[in-house]
C-alpha cells in the first residue's frame, strides 16, 4: 500500500517541480516523475492481481469524513494498472505533441500540473471506499480535466465545449451524490462495506439507487443519451488529454457501475436487461453517428461511444449470467467487457494520439479538406491503420480478442433454456455484428480519405515531414501492442481472472471451455503473420538489384484527374446515410448547376446529433429563459449589491433569533 501513496506524491511533486523550471525542461521532468509513479503503481497492481489479495488501509477523519477505508483489490488494481500505464504513454506523447506550444510558459505549467492531478484524482477514484471522499476525489478529477480541455480557451469553441463538458459533470454527480445520499440514510455509514446489506435485502429502492448510479457513472462514461458532452470536448482538448480521456478518464465512469455490481451481489433480472438494452443502443447510435462525421476528432468521440456501449454489452451479458445461474456467461461477460476495456485504452489512445498528429502538421481536422498524407507521413499512416484495423475487431489485432469472447458470451445465452435470455442474446449478436459492419466502413472511410488519394483542398498547412520522433515511437509501441496481445492474450487473461470474482463470476475464466478455441486461433494468426512476413521478405529478396517501374493508376479516359474527381468522405457512406436519415437528422443544402458551363455549384450536408438537437438544446434554451427573467438582480450597481448583503443579514438574525426562542 505504501507504493501507492508514493505513486501520488511523486505525480504531484513532478506537477509541481515543473512549474519552476524552464520552459524546455517541462514536459521532460514531469514525464520523468510520471514514469517513476508507474513503474511503483505497475508492480503493485501486477502484485494484487496475480496474488489476488487485496491491500488495505484507514486513514482517519473527523467529521463529516470520518474513517476512509483505502482498498487495492483485483477490480481497483486493473484500473489502476490501464490508468498508470495509458496515463505514462500520453504524457511521454506530449513531450512531442507541445513542442509548439512552448511560448505558452504559464499556460504549459498549469496544463501539466492539471494532468499531475488528474492522475492524482484518477487513481484515488479507484480506491477510495468512503462515499463523500470518493466524491470529493470524483469532483476533483472533473475540475482538473476541465482545465485540461480548456488549455486553448483564448478560441470561444475551446471554452464552450469545456463549460458544456463541465455542466454534464456536475448533473452526473447530482445523481452520484442523491444515490449516496439514500444509501446514507438507510445504511448510517458512509463506507462501502456497509452498503452490501442493503443491497441484499433487494427491492424497488435498490434497483432506483442503482439507476442512479448508473445515470452519474454512465455520464462520465459516455453512454447514450448522457453522452452529449463527449463529442464537444474530445475535440476541443489536446491530443494527448483526448486520448487519456477516452482511452481511461470514461472509464472511470465503468469502475463505478463495476464497483456498484460488485456491492450489489446478484443484480434483479431487470437491471441486467436495462444495462443490456442502453449499452446496445450505444454501441448502434455511437457508431452510426461516427460515420455521418467530417472532423476527425469527432468522429473518434462517437467511436468512443460505440466501444462504451461494447464494454456494457458484456456488463450486462454477465449480469444476465448471474442472474439466470449461468456461471460461463458471466465469466465470458465480465470478461470480455474487461478485456475489451483494456483493448480498448490502447487503441483509442493510438487513434487519438495519430488524429493529434495530423492536427499539428496540417492545422485542420476536417477530414474532407485532407488526403495523401500517407506519402508525408507514412509513419503516422501505417500506425493509424494498425489502430483501425484494431478496433474493426480484425484479426490478427486485439480488438478481435475481446470481442470473440462476448460473441462466445451472448452464445452461452443462445444455448440457455430460458427465453428471455436466449432473445436477448439473439439480440446482442445481430446488434453486435451491425455495429461490427458499420464500424469497418466508418474506419475505411476515415483513413481512406485522410491518408491516400492526393490533397483535397488548399485549406491545409502543406505538410513536409512526418511527426516528431518521440510521438512515433509512442504510436509504434501502441500499435505492435495491439499486434501482440491479439497474438498472445493469454497474460491479459490472468490479469482478467481475479476481478471475475469479485463481480460474482466464480467459474475460473481459464476453465471456460471456449477459452482453448482462443489459443487455436491465436496459434493459427500468429503462424498467418509468419507467413506473411516471409512472403514479404521473400520478395524483398527476389527483387533486390531489380528495376522497379510505377505507373499511374488508369483512369478511366480521364487525361487529367483533379483532387476534386476522388471520392468524398460523405459521398463514401451517403448511401447509408439515405437509409439512416431520419435517425441522424441529416439536412442537405444543393445549390445545383444552372447552366452548361456553371460557375458553381454545391452540395453541403448537416448533421445534427438527435439527443443534443431535441433534448439537451431545448432544456438549455428553457434553463437560459428563466434564469433571464431574473437579470434585473444583476445590474451592476454596487449600491444595490450591498442592499442585497444587508437584507441577507437581516434576514438571518431575524431567523436565529426566532428559533433560540
Request: aromatic share 14%; charged share 10%; glycine share 8%.
Amino acid at each position: 500500500m505504501d507504493l501507492f501513496f508514493y505513486s501520488i506524491f511523486i505525480y504531484l511533486a513532478g506537477g509541481i517541480i515543473q512549474v519552476i523550471v524552464p520552459v524546455r525542461l517541462k514536459t521532460g521532468i514531469f514525464a520523468a516523475f510520471s514514469a517513476l509513479a508507474t513503474v511503483l503503481l505497475v508492480l503493485l497492481s501486477l502484485r494484487v492481481l496475480l496474488s489476488g489479495q487485496a491491500l488495505t488501509a484507514n486513514l482517519p477523519f473527523h467529521f463529516p469524513i470520518g474513517n476512509i477505508p483505502v482498498v487495492i483489490d483485483a477490480l481497483a488494481a486493473f484500473f489502476i494498472l490501464v490508468i498508470a500505464v495509458v496515463g505514462l504513454i500520453a504524457v511521454l506523447y506530449s513531450c512531442g505533441y507541445l513542442k509548439p506550444y512552448g511560448d505558452k510558459g504559464s499556460s504549459l505549467s498549469a496544463h501539466l500540473f492539471f494532468f499531475s492531478l488528474l492522475m492524482v484524482f484518477m487513481l484515488l477514484v479507484t480506491v477510495l471506499q468512503n462515499a463523500l471522499a470518493f466524491l470529493i476525489a470524483w469532483e476533483m478529477m472533473s475540475l482538473a480535466s476541465f482545465f485540461l480541455v480548456a488549455f486553448e480557451n483564448e478560441k470561444r469553441e475551446v471554452f464552450d465545449a469545456a463549460i458544456h463538458y463541465l455542466v454534464a459533470m456536475h448533473v452526473g454527480v447530482v445523481f452520484l451524490i442523491s444515490a449516496f445520499l439514500l444509501l446514507y440514510i438507510k445504511t448510517g455509514s458512509l463506507e462501502f462495506s456497509a452498503f452490501p446489506a442493503f443491497f441484499k435485502g433487494g427491492g424497488p429502492l435498490a434497483s432506483l439507487l442503482f439507476i442512479f448510479f448508473f445515470t452519474g457513472f454512465g455520464t462520465k462514461a459516455g453512454f447514450i443519451p448522457f453522452h452529449v458532452w463527449l463529442p464537444k470536448a474530445h475535440p476541443a482538448a489536446p491530443a494527448h488529454i483526448s486520448g487519456i480521456m477516452s482511452a481511461v478518464m470514461i472509464k472511470t465512469g465503468i469502475y463505478g457501475i463495476l464497483r456498484i455490481l460488485s456491492l450489489m451481489g446478484t443484480p434483479s433480472r431487470g437491471l441486467a436487461y436495462f444495462v443490456l438494452g442502453i449499452s446496445a443502443m450505444s454501441a448502434l447510435l455511437g457508431i452510426i453517428y461516427a460515420v455521418a462525421q467530417r472532423d476527425i476528432k469527432r468522429f473518434l468521440a462517437y467511436s468512443s461511444i460505440e466501444n462504451i456501449g461494447i464494454i456494457g454489452m458484456g456488463m450486462g451479458l454477465g449480469m444476465l449470467g448471474l442472474c439466470y445461474r449461468n456461471p460461463g456467461m458471466a465469466a465470458l461477460g465480465f470478461g470480455g467487457a474487461l478485456f475489451h476495456l483494456f483493448n480498448h485504452s490502447i487503441f483509442k489512445a493510438l487513434l487519438f494520439f495519430g488524429a493529434g498528429a495530423v492536427y499539428q502538421k496540417t492545422h485542420c481536422r476536417d477530414m474532407e479538406k485532407m488526403g495523401g498524407l500517407i506519402h508525408t507521413m507514412p509513419y503516422t499512416a501505417f500506425f493509424t491503420l494498425a489502430g483501425s484495423i484494431a478496433i474493426c475487431a480484425l484479426p490478427p489485432f486485439n480488438g478481435f480478442i475481446s470481442e470473440f469472447l462476448l460473441y462466445l458470451a451472448m452464445l452461452k445465452g443462445v444455448l440457455s433454456p430460458d427465453a428471455p435470455v436466449k432473445t436477448a442474446a439473439i439480440f446482442s449478436i445481430a446488434s453486435l455484428a451491425f455495429v461490427g459492419a458499420i464500424a469497418l466502413m466508418a474506419f475505411t472511410k476515415m483513413f481512406s480519405i485522410v491518408f491516400l488519394g492526393t490533397p483535397r483542398e488548399n485549406h491545409t498547412a502543406p505538410v513536409k515531414k512526418d511527426a516528431a520522433p518521440i510521438m512515433l515511437v509512442i504510436m509504434g509501441f501502441l500499435a505492435a501492442e495491439t499486434l501482440v496481445i491479439g497474438l498472445f492474450p493469454h497474460f491479459i487473461f490472468r490479469l482478467v481472472q481475479q476481478p471475475l470474482h469479485i463481480l460474482g463470476a466464480q467459474a475460473s475464466f481459464f476453465s471456460t471451455p471456449h477459452i482453448g478455441i482462443l489459443s487455436k486461433i491465436s496459434l493459427a494468426l500468429f503462424i498467418f503473420v509468419l507467413l506473411l512476413l516471409l512472403l514479404y521478405g521473400l520478395r524483398r529478396l527476389l527483387l533486390k538489384n531489380k528495376p522497379v517501374t510505377s505507373h499511374s493508376t488508369w483512369g478511366c479516359g480521364y487525361q487529367a484527374p483533379s483532387p476534386r474527381m476522388q471520392y468524398t468522405g460523405s459521398s463514401y457512406v451517403r448511401t447509408f446515410l439515405l437509409l439512416l436519415r431520419p435517425i441522424l437528422n441529416i439536412r442537405f443544402y444543393i445549390k445545383s448547376p444552372d447552366s452548361l458551363f456553371p460557375s458553381q455549384w454545391k452540395l453541403k450536408t448537416h448533421f445534427n446529433d438527435f439527443f443534443d438537437a431535441y433534448i439537451i438544446a431545448p432544456v438549455s434554451k428553457s434553463i437560459r429563459s428563466s434564469v433571464n427573467l431574473f437579470s434585473w438582480i444583476q445590474r451592476g450597481s454596487t449600491q444595490q449589491y450591498i442592499l442585497y448583503g444587508l437584507l441577507f443579514l437581516a434576514i438571518a438574525i431575524i431567523w436565529i433569533l426566532g428559533t433560540s426562542r
